[in-house]
């Protein structure tokens, strides 16, 4: 088992977004998670990522799940630093074991993946919507993680964008991680997905 979670429920100002969410996800597991606008996907990806404390319940990673960097969040507008684009590669490497060699291959390869490298020394800033995104997957992607949260992922994505990241993805998966996408349209991430699961009325139905 790589996560599960008991009873989770989170409210904001005395209003129950929802409540007794029990998971239990699986290494390599894919899932599409749905539900309508405010339902509260994004606010329960961040919640099995530990980004934000439920109200009640908990979320508990498992084995691989628990070391540095293993489960990883992505927003539609993902946060980017404001140094170049290798530096963003680089950051969460400083955090893994890994040798001067081995983190400038991994951010070669990651560049490439991501058809980045002309821009490797250009400041992460000045790069437009779909090259943000592609950057963000790459920087997650380096991390090599186990558990990748994928929040509207290919909102306003061009052509070329979805096909890297979808590429980048499934390379993942390949390798045994697990993700969960949510998006409100099926694109070709959904369809990397084996399951649906779908968050309505305060509850998640996860045949």
Same mark, same amino acid.
């Not at 005395?14 to 894919?30: D, M, P, V």
């Not at 691989?64 to 963003?88: E, R």
């Given at each position: 088992m790589l996560l599960t979670s008991h009873n989770l429920a989170i409210s904001f100002a $005395?209003?129950? %977004? !929802? =409540?007794?969410?029990?998971?239990?996800?699986?290494?390599?597991?894919?899932v599409w998670l749905q539900g309508v606008n405010g339902a509260g996907k994004t606010t329960l990806l961040k919640l099995l990522a530990k980004l934000t404390k439920p109200s009640n319940g908990n979320v508990t990673?498992?084995?691989?799940?628990?070391?540095?960097?293993?489960?990883?969040?992505?927003?539609? $507008?993902?946060? %980017? !630093? =404001?140094?170049?684009?290798?530096?963003?590669?680089?950051f969460g490497l400083k955090s893994l074991k890994m040798s001067s060699a081995q983190r400038r291959s991994a951010c070669a390869e990651a560049l490439e993946l991501a058809q980045l490298s002309h821009l490797t020394n250009?400041?992460?800033q000045v790069l437009s919507g779909g090259e943000r995104q592609r950057l963000a997957l790459a920087r997650a992607w380096v991390m090599q993680p186990k558990l990748l949260l994928l929040d509207e992922p290919?909102?306003?994505?061009?052509p070329i964008s979805l096909k890297l990241i979808t590429h980048m993805v499934k390379q993942l998966q390949h390798q045994g991680c697990s993700i969960m996408v949510t998006s409100h349209q099926q694109t070709p991430l959904t369809e990397l997905c084996q399951h649906r699961w779908l968050l309505e009325q305060k509850r998640l139905q996860c045949p």
């Open positions: $005395q209003t129950e %977004l !929802f =409540s007794n969410i029990n998971i239990e996800l699986k290494q390599g597991q894919s990673h498992h084995g691989v799940a628990t070391k540095t960097g293993a489960v990883i969040y992505l927003h539609q $507008q993902p946060y %980017l !630093f =404001s140094g170049s684009v290798l530096d963003n590669l680089e250009r400041s992460a290919t909102a306003n994505l061009d």
